[in-house]
Structures are given as structure tokens and as C-alpha cells.
């Protein structure tokens, strides 16, 4: 049985290194008569797989002692209420800078608990642009700067992170280790795990201590206070999930780390939106400064023809290419897991596709 | 590589059967190129996937149009904050019956969004049993009636539905799908899959619609509103721990439904039980009449020699016998997936143990 190309946007293409050890290891673990998912999440075993997946992404990212990783559950859905729980009290302020679904979706739950600014929207141009230089326009002294890195959705993507005058809070969930981050400017980093990281039902939070200390509510429930993770490992985790990405991490730091991904990524996408510029029969969906390397969104210039590309490439063994259903068209995701050969095989197909067509 | 009998009181031992498909399939999902894991949690196979758990797990607990069934994140600890922000809303009134760790957590939880009225507590006798007939003092009209039904740590179970005054809401982790339940009593019933379902990461939870109506909070936010679950998948569900569910929930199918379970692990218990009330080598630490047949905790006469004791059951190839660390002891987990057979490996160790010491 042979495995295809898969550019699906999440839950994600897997290292298949990775995959083969969760299989090799799936009816009893290292020898121990029992299988990881039937261990105590407080055995020696998964202690030691907790702490490395900790340790490797602290080294990975260069996160020193001043921050706690966290592996949480809920999804990226769930830090968007969790944040403004924790970090905004009724009076206090936070900047949402507005680029896609997700960042709306953060901002209506922030509004719950606080206030919430918007510096920047590209709403009305349905998402095409992250905001350049001079567009932000910040509160006076907002609590946290909350951006997505990535916009999955719409295939935009910010090249680096936006001055802000506050710590920032990044929904990071789509291009995590996908390049290397300035760590110092943030306050919180979380990601769910199903694009760079490991399969669904994890997700990771990077906190920075100073940052959690500014955490004011009082009546927070006791599982959504991020102190209560960073003290503790405080109820079970979904250790298979933590376990995948543990073996992701070491995949990741076998490949060189977070600057081999950052070159790799930026080569894929290259290729790809090379294609798309080589005429107006595929057309790039959004402004070009602020083209994603995770998820590249294209049309037809027919439009009519764009069911036939979808059925073709996936009889040419290429997954997942349909666009989110909130926008339609063609999304490639290219994520870390997914390799030049996949890239190479879809611009194959559609130069192949354009000839026959075009 | 051998597997032994394995006696973790969660995350617990998986039926081998269902432990093999997922192995085999790891990799490449019935020949479709990518694993599971790889897939869009909206793609035809993943929802085939979650619906058909939905169904297996209503025809299991006879649930007609009447009861919903999420999957969700989080554990029963999420679920302690979730009950009493939708159902509470500060001049509300629910009962708490207060039965172990697990139902105080609840409690704690609960007195954040409303007044929480315990109608019985075991805690000053340790927890070592849960309500007679008669021990309920109940307020006047509470929103809801929440009991754990099964004390993984203490080691006591309610032997059936305590009769209430207004709907059952129950954290049944570490029972459910061990017997038939009575549905008709019940409002919402929630479930950590990790004992007898399925692995670490999802949190089962059957919720009445007509129950769900009664949910007065306007300020909550949208994930944690069970509404929210109810109307559709609303984020990236733990693909792979509801993947494993479907095939356990397949293989109690098989074995003969809740029934089946409820006899043989009242066989079980009751060899193990019986073992123990041989002589007082042994002693069972709760009274005879609330006592789990899911997890059977016990000491020995001689408490100096339980170290020993665990020592040489982990030689004998019987894993993970010691008490929860804030009890001490020995703890015997015999959830569905732990075979009669090594309840009897275990009983032998036992009397071989007691003749060398006893």
C-alpha cells in the first residue's frame, strides 16, 4: 500500500519516520509488556517522554529557564478564551490585530472578559493581506498584542513578528517550528498540534514566567489558570499526542532544527508560487508580501475547471488540495512533514494540467 | 515481546484486538495513502469514523433521539467547570454528593458559579464509602444531582443510581460502559475515555437535550457552552483517541454489550474479592457494601511488607498494583479490557505471597 502526497491543511501530513516508530511500538512499548496508551501518565515512561518533549522544544527554540512549556488540550478554540481569562480582568485592554477567521474568532471570545482593540483588519479585502509596516495602530497601553502567525484559511502569513508595545500572544498553531521565532517578543506562543507538530489533540503553550505573573482573574476555574499547568503536570494528558510529538521534535532536530526548516519551507513555497506567477492560468489568492509558506491558496482563471483539477490530482495521488469551504479554490499546505518530492509531483500535475487546459 | 497483565488504574490497559487494527492501519488507513491521523477531521473518513462512534455508543446505552453524544477535550477536570458554568448561574442551587477526590474537585469547581448544597459526605471516613439508602439530604430544589459513580482512588462504587430529586449529573470515568445504566435518571453523563474506553484525550459526554435546555448562562464562552458541541464539530476533535473508541466501542459490541460486562466484571471482582476476605492477610479498605468492581484496593495485614508485595508482582509480570500515592496500598484495576485470566494471575501471586509470609 503505497502512501500519496498529502497537502492537507490539518490534521496534517506526519514525518513517516514517525509514524513507523508509533506503529513498531503500538502493542507494547520499549519492551515493557504494555502499550504507551495503556501507561500511567505518572509512569517512569511517560514521565521521561513528557520531560523530553518539553526539553526538545525548549531547545529548539531557544527557550530559556524563564519559560514553561505546556501541553494542554482543547485546541488553538480553546486559548482563545483561556488567554483573556487569564490576562484581562473588565478593565484591562488588549490588541487583536484582525487577519482571518481564527484571529476573529479570538477577539469575540477576548470580549468576554475585557477590552479588546483592533489595530489592524484586513476584513474588508476578505483576509488577502497581513498588515506592513505603519499600518498598526495600537492602543495606548494594551496588556498583550494577540496576532496569527499564519492564516491557514486564506494562505496569508506574516514574514516576521509585528512590532508591538506590549508582549505579544501568537496563535502560532499553523507554522510553529516552522522557522525560527524572536522569543523575547512574546508573552505566550500556543499551537495546535495537527500542522507542524503531531497529530490532533494537543496543543503546545510556550508562557514565559513574567508574563503569567501578570495574570490577575480571580475566579478562574482551576484547569483554565496557566498556573495550575506550570506547576504541575495536573490531569491526564493525551499522551499519545505528546508522545507523537515527542518523536516529531526529535525528527526535527535530526533534520537540522528550526533554520533547516525555515530554508526548506521557503524553497517549497518558492517553487510553487513560481508556478502560479508563470502566467494568469493559476492566480495566487492573496497580496504577494504576504504569501504563507504553510498554505498556498490559488484559482483557476476558469473557476469551472477547478472541480476537474481536484479530481485529477487526486487520481495523480495528490490529497487534500481543495480549498477551506469558507473560500473555495485550491490550498497546498506545506507543512514541514510535507517534502520537495510532494511540492515537485503537484507542479508536475499542474503544468501538465495547464498544457492540457490553458 | 511478551504482554503482561496490566492492573493501571488509567490510563488503563486497551483490549489487544483493538490495540492490532490500530498498529496495521498506523500508517496508511485501509489503503487510502495517509494514516488517520494525516486526514481533515471533516474528510468522508474521519466522520464515517465519528459517527459511527456516536451510534455504537447510543446503541450501547439504549440513547434515543433524545441524548446527544460529544467527543471533547479536556478530561472529567474540564468537565468539573463546564457542568457549573452552563447549568449554574449564581443563584442556582446543585447537590454535589461528596464521595472521593474526584467528586471534591467537582465541588470546588462548582462553588465558582453558583451554591453547591452536599448532601452526603464520606470524607471524614476517608471516603471509604458512598451513600446508603437514607443518607441523602438533599436541598429543595436543586438545578442537578452530581455524583461520581465509580471512586477510582478510594475504591468505591455506587452499586446503582442514587435516587434524586432532579436529574443525574455523573462522572462516570471510571465506570462507564462497565454495566447497563439507567438513562431515564440522568441529565448528562461525562467520561475521560482512558479506563474503560478508549486511550488518554478524549472526554465523552452524553448530554439530554432536554437537560441542555436548561442552560442559563449568557456570558460563556463558546467552547465551553455544550450548545456549541451540540450544533456540529466544532474544532479539530482528537482524531486519533475517538478513532481508538469506535473500535472499543466495536469490540464490547462484540464480547456482548454492557451486559456481557457487567457479569464478567462482577466475576472478576468477586475472585479477587473473595481472595482477599480469605483470611486478614489481606484487607479490603472500604465497607464490603460500596465497594468498586472496577478497582479493588486493599493492604496487607503486614504494611511493611506491601513493598515487597508490588515488587515481586511486577516480577510475576502483573503491572502498575500500587495504591494512588495518596492512599498507599495495593490497587487492582479491572476494567473491561483486563481478561479474567489476569485476575486469576493475580490471585495466584496472591495466595503464593500469603503462603511465603502469611
Same mark, same amino acid.
Given at each position: 500500500?503505497?502512501?500519496l502526497?498529502?497537502?492537507?491543511?490539518?490534521?496534517?501530513?506526519?514525518p513517516?519516520?514517525?509514524?513507523?516508530?508509533?506503529?513498531?511500538?503500538?502493542?507494547?512499548?520499549?519492551?515493557k509488556?504494555?502499550?504507551?496508551?495503556?501507561?500511567?501518565?505518572?509512569?517512569?515512561?511517560?514521565?521521561?517522554?513528557?520531560?523530553?518533549?518539553?526539553q526538545?522544544?525548549?531547545?529548539?527554540?531557544?527557550?530559556?529557564?524563564?519559560?514553561?512549556?505546556?501541553?494542554?488540550?482543547?485546541?488553538?478554540?480553546?486559548?482563545?478564551?483561556?488567554?483573556?481569562?487569564?490576562?484581562?480582568?473588565?478593565?484591562?485592554?488588549?490588541?487583536?490585530?484582525?487577519?482571518?477567521?481564527?484571529s476573529?474568532?479570538a477577539?469575540?471570545?477576548?470580549?468576554?472578559?475585557?477590552?479588546?482593540?483592533?489595530?489592524?483588519?484586513?476584513?474588508?479585502?476578505?483576509?488577502?493581506?497581513?498588515?506592513?509596516?505603519?499600518?498598526?495602530?495600537?492602543?495606548?497601553a494594551?496588556?498583550?498584542?494577540?496576532?496569527?502567525s499564519?492564516?491557514?484559511?486564506?494562505?496569508?502569513q506574516?514574514?516576521?513578528?509585528?512590532?508591538?508595545p506590549?508582549?505579544?500572544?501568537?496563535?502560532?498553531?499553523? #507554522?510553529?517550528?516552522?522557522? $525560527?521565532?524572536? +522569543? /523575547? &517578543?512574546?508573552?505566550l506562543?500556543?499551537?495546535? *498540534?495537527? !500542522?507542524?507538530?503531531?497529530?490532533?489533540?494537543?496543543?503546545?503553550?510556550?508562557?514565559?514566567?513574567?508574563?503569567?505573573?501578570?495574570?490577575?482573574?480571580e475566579?478562574?476555574?482551576?484547569?483554565?489558570?496557566?498556573?495550575?499547568?506550570?506547576?504541575?503536570?495536573?490531569?491526564?494528558?493525551?499522551?499519545?499526542?505528546?508522545y507523537m510529538?515527542?518523536?516529531?521534535?526529535?525528527?526535527?532536530?535530526?533534520?537540522?532544527?528550526?533554520?533547516?526548516?525555515?530554508?526548506?519551507n521557503?524553497?517549497?513555497?518558492?517553487?510553487?508560487?513560481?508556478?502560479?506567477?508563470?502566467?494568469?492560468?493559476?492566480?495566487?489568492?492573496?497580496?504577494?508580501?504576504?504569501?504563507?509558506?504553510?498554505?498556498?491558496?490559488?484559482?483557476?482563471? #476558469?473557476?469551472?475547471?477547478? $472541480?476537474?483539477? +481536484? /479530481? &485529477?490530482?487526486?487520481?495523480?495521488?495528490?490529497? *487534500?488540495? !481543495?480549498?477551506?469551504?469558507?473560500?473555495?479554490?485550491?490550498?497546498?499546505?506545506?507543512?514541514?512533514?510535507?517534502?520537495?518530492?510532494?511540492?515537485?509531483?503537484?507542479?508536475?500535475?499542474?503544468?501538465?494540467?495547464?498544457?492540457?487546459?490553458?
Open positions: 500500500m503505497k502512501r502526497h498529502n497537502f492537507c491543511a490539518g490534521p496534517a501530513t506526519l513517516l519516520p514517525v509514524l513507523q516508530k508509533a506503529k513498531d511500538e503500538l502493542t507494547n512499548y520499549r519492551g509488556g504494555a502499550s504507551i496508551l495503556e501507561m500511567s501518565h505518572r509512569s517512569p515512561e511517560y514521565s521521561a517522554i513528557h520531560r523530553q518533549a518539553v526538545r522544544l525548549k531547545q529548539l527554540t531557544g527557550a530559556g529557564d524563564e519559560w514553561d512549556v505546556l501541553f494542554l488540550q482543547g485546541g488553538a478554540s480553546s486559548q482563545f478564551m483561556m488567554v483573556p481569562h487569564n490576562f484581562l480582568n473588565g478593565s484591562r485592554t488588549a490588541d487583536y490585530i484582525d487577519t482571518g477567521r481564527w476573529d474568532n477577539i469575540k471570545e477576548a470580549g468576554l472578559f475585557g477590552n479588546v482593540h483592533v489595530p489592524f483588519s484586513s476584513k474588508e479585502s476578505n483576509y488577502s493581506r497581513v498588515p506592513a509596516e505603519g499600518d498598526l495602530s495600537y492602543s495606548r494594551p496588556q498583550y498584542v494577540h496576532f496569527t499564519n492564516n491557514t484559511i486564506y494562505g496569508t506574516f514574514a516576521s513578528e509585528p512590532d508591538a506590549a508582549p505579544l500572544v501568537c496563535d502560532a498553531s499553523s #507554522d510553529f517550528l516552522s522557522r $525560527p521565532l524572536d +522569543l /523575547d &517578543r512574546y508573552g506562543i500556543y499551537a495546535g *498540534a495537527q !500542522k507542524n507538530l503531531g497529530p490532533a489533540g494537543v496543543t503546545v503553550v510556550m508562557i514565559k514566567k513574567s508574563f503569567a505573573d501578570t495574570q490577575r482573574s475566579t478562574i476555574p482551576t484547569i483554565l489558570d496557566y498556573k495550575t499547568h506550570q506547576a504541575r503536570i495536573f490531569n491526564t494528558p493525551p499522551v499519545f499526542a505528546v510529538v515527542n518523536y516529531v521534535l526529535e525528527w526535527i532536530e535530526e533534520r537540522g532544527g528550526l533554520e533547516y526548516f525555515r530554508d526548506i521557503a524553497r517549497k513555497a518558492a517553487r510553487l508560487y513560481s508556478e502560479l506567477d508563470r502566467d494568469d492560468f493559476y492566480r495566487g489568492t492573496v497580496h504577494k508580501d504576504s504569501r504563507s509558506r504553510m498554505n498556498v491558496t490559488f484559482r483557476l482563471r #476558469d473557476k469551472r475547471l477547478e $472541480p476537474e483539477f +481536484l /479530481d &485529477r490530482a487526486e487520481e495523480h495521488g495528490l490529497l *487534500a488540495l !481543495k480549498g477551506h469551504r469558507s473560500v473555495g479554490g485550491v490550498r497546498a499546505s506545506l507543512y514541514n512533514a510535507c517534502e520537495m518530492e510532494s511540492v515537485e509531483a503537484l507542479v508536475e500535475f499542474m503544468q501538465q494540467f495547464r498544457a492540457k487546459h490553458g
